[in-house]
């Protein structure tokens, strides 16, 4: 099978099972895992940042965010389609914080919009946030200089800036900046060990020394803390020391992918053009619909997401080499050739 869901699926690579495997460990409840602590600086200098919190997952890395940074009652400005507007909404209630989702362009928030919403007589905002790569906007990079304007702006109405960075590692890389450049103007940020990386778990929160102390108190409360957390930090370790660099060949077979599905040249999807390594296929009104290529595509090897009714994600990971892109665009071929067939390709 052609797994093309998510780098999330990726498998620890032998270098990192031989690291969890020497690992010096600890009790990070109690005086602290040296692995983690390893972890937790190597991740700290490689972002610029003054301070590093390991997580579990970087869903729970935007959950401590927000309780550390709003108080109950404020509001948190988040891109619409982000990952914490949408799939991590949940946190709004815990917080007892207004979500307020901030139209965006390619995954950008409008800086109208923002700062309309920021001057608004409304409840304090406490939080403004930000994604990069943006998963729902096909893996799109947010420009430096807009991230640098929507943190002044935050700034200058006393709201901190926090950016998902969960897949920030594909974003630096498609800059061709290091990690901290990206990482500058966030106030906070948060970084996934575990998709394109390939660290079986965990994600870190990096910011200045205070808030991270605060959230690493909120980490317990919510059952974060973990004992001998080394031994899967020590992946986590060697992500970061060796795997950011090959996210290029990512990209570079995302491209390949899309312009070879592009060449398929059928009526029934388009394309986008990556700008790290998630795809969107746009599916054409009229035509069959998500699951409906999505089951078809399963039965000739490859997994794909369905994005609701009308749009498929491909997501490249270092899983995949360059056969898997020809497989990958046959099985389109094969299915587009079966629509050409039928009068109603609504209905086949
Ligand atoms: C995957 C993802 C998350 C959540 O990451 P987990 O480690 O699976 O909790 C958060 N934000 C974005 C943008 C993501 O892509």
Not at 170 to 180: F, M, Q, R, T, W
Not at 246 to 263: F, G, I, Y
Not at 318 to 331: G, K, T
Request: proline residues 5%; aromatic residues 2%; glycine residues 8%.
């Amino acid at each position: 099978m052609i797994d093309l869901r998510s780098d999330t699926v990726t498998l620890p690579t032998e270098a990192m099972l031989e690291r969890m495997r020497r690992a010096p460990l600890g009790d990070d409840g109690l005086d602290g895992d040296p692995t983690v602590g390893e972890l937790e600086a190597a991740a700290a200098a490689l972002l610029g940042k003054e301070a590093c919190l390991y997580v579990p997952t970087a869903t729970m890395g935007n959950l401590l965010a927000i309780l550390t940074a709003c108080q109950p009652g404020s509001r948190a400005l988040l891109p619409a389609t982000s990952h914490m507007a949408t799939s991590e909404a949940g946190a709004a209630d815990l917080a007892r914080v207004v979500f307020e989702p901030i139209a965006e362009d390619g995954g950008a928030i409008q800086v109208d919009v923002l700062e309309r919403s920021l001057a608004r007589p409304a409840a304090r905002v406490a939080l403004v946030g930000m994604e990069t790569s943006h998963a729902a906007a096909g893996g799109t990079v947010l420009p430096l200089g807009h991230m640098a304007e929507v943190a002044s702006l935050a700034s200058s109405h006393e709201a901190r800036t926090h950016v998902d960075g969960a897949r920030l590692w594909n974003a630096a890389i498609a800059l061709g900046v290091p990690p901290a450049m990206v990482a500058a103007s966030a106030d906070s940020a948060v970084l996934c060990l575990s998709k394109g990386l390939s660290a079986p778990v965990g994600a870190v929160v990096v910011s200045d020394d205070r808030f991270v102390r605060a959230a690493r108190r909120i980490r317990k409360t919510v059952g974060g803390t973990q004992r001998q957390a080394g031994v899967v930090a020590a992946a986590g370790l060697v992500a970061i020391e060796s795997m950011i660099e090959r996210l290029a060949d990512d990209h570079a077979r995302a491209r390949l992918l899309a312009d070879s599905l592009t060449r398929v040249e059928s009526s029934a999807f388009a394309v986008s053009s990556p700008a790290t390594n998630i795809i969107l296929v746009d599916l054409s009104d009229g035509a069959p619909d998500s699951n409906w290529w999505a089951t078809r595509l399963c039965k000739l090897g490859v997994a794909v997401r369905p994005r609701g009714p009308r749009q498929l994600r491909l997501v490249v990971h270092r899983h995949h080499d360059d056969a898997d892109v020809e497989a990958a665009v046959a099985a389109f071929q094969t299915i587009v050739g079966t629509l050409d067939g039928t009068t109603n390709a609504s209905s086949p």
